[in-house]
């Protein structure tokens, strides 16, 4: 099993920036010493998790959704099976609960990075809320 744990939310004004963590642990990476990707998804009530970005452990390509392109920056720790997303010029409607999900193998869409059915971890979200 394993243990997605999250770090970095909070209460923002418009125009600073987040940086937000994301740690792996335990065992059940598909014999895997590291996750195939790691990602941000985000939701606010009464929607379903957006993509936000994701990270590919092997290549360290990165992955962006159109919302947050050019403003956030993610990047990994191979070493800690963490991973890291910065989000500079916040605005509020990057308010919602930031999930960071683990993509250890074990999932049909495995390596697609921009949905959520390929990861098969999550931690238990952070909430981001940005002031006007």
């Known amino acids: 099993q394993v243990q997605v744990a999250e770090s970095g939310g909070g209460l923002v004004k418009a125009g600073d920036s987040l940086r937000l963590s994301c740690a792996a642990s335990g065992r059940g990476f598909s014999g895997r010493a590291v996750p195939i990707a790691m990602g941000w998804f985000r939701q606010t009530p009464g929607d379903v998790q957006r993509f936000v970005a994701a990270i590919d452990f092997a290549s360290g390509s990165d992955y962006y959704a159109d919302s947050v392109k050019g403003r956030a920056f993610i990047s990994k720790d191979n070493a800690k099976k963490a991973v890291y997303l910065q989000i500079d010029s916040l605005k509020p409607e990057d308010t919602a609960v930031y999930f960071c999900?683990?993509?250890?193998?074990?999932?049909?869409?495995?390596?697609?990075?921009?949905?959520?059915?390929?990861?098969?971890?999550w931690g238990q979200g952070t909430q981001v809320t940005v002031s006007s």
């Open positions: 999900g683990v993509d250890a193998g074990g999932t049909y869409y495995s390596g697609t990075y921009v949905r959520a059915s390929a990861y098969d971890f």
